[in-house]
């Protein structure tokens, strides 16, 4: 069973960057798509982004699209979430988590489809 670790939350300004990490262990994340997705205080959790195991897919929901950027290692078995010019409705807690589809240039953000989250990483985008 993968074990998956969120980090590189905290506080940051509106304008500012953040880059998330989510470290795997216990499980090589090449084999898993890979999906990020978030929850503010009193909403449900939505999907932001999303990597194909190959790396050669990616997705995004529309409100973070050519703001943030998803990338995977497969080396460091590590996947990352580099937000840039955060906005305040960007604050939420972000999870990780992974999606053992045989595809390996595809994915999506459903969240039935992923299998193992990690406890998440607090990001709150404030002045």
């Known amino acids: 069973q993968v074990q998956l670790v969120e980090s590189g939350g905290g506080l940051v300004q509106p304008g500012g960057s953040l880059r998330l990490s989510c470290a795997a262990s216990?499980?090589?994340?090449?084999?898993?798509?890979i999906g990020w997705f978030r929850q503010a205080p009193g909403k449900e959790r939505e999907g932001v982004s999303c990597i194909s195991k190959n790396g050669r897919a990616t997705y995004y929901t529309d409100s973070v699209k050519g703001r943030f950027t998803i990338s995977r290692d497969n080396a460091k078995n590590t996947v990352y979430l580099q937000m840039n010019s955060l906005k305040p409705e960007d604050t939420a807690v972000y999870y990780c988590?992974?999606?053992?589809?045989?595809?390996?240039?595809?994915?999506?953000?459903?969240?039935?489809?992923?299998?193992?989250w990690g406890q998440g990483t607090q990001v709150t985008v404030s002045s």
């Open positions: 216990g499980s090589t994340l090449g084999y898993s798509a």
């Open positions: 988590a992974t999606d053992d589809t045989i595809s390996m240039g595809y994915c999506a953000l459903l969240e039935y489809k992923y299998d193992s």
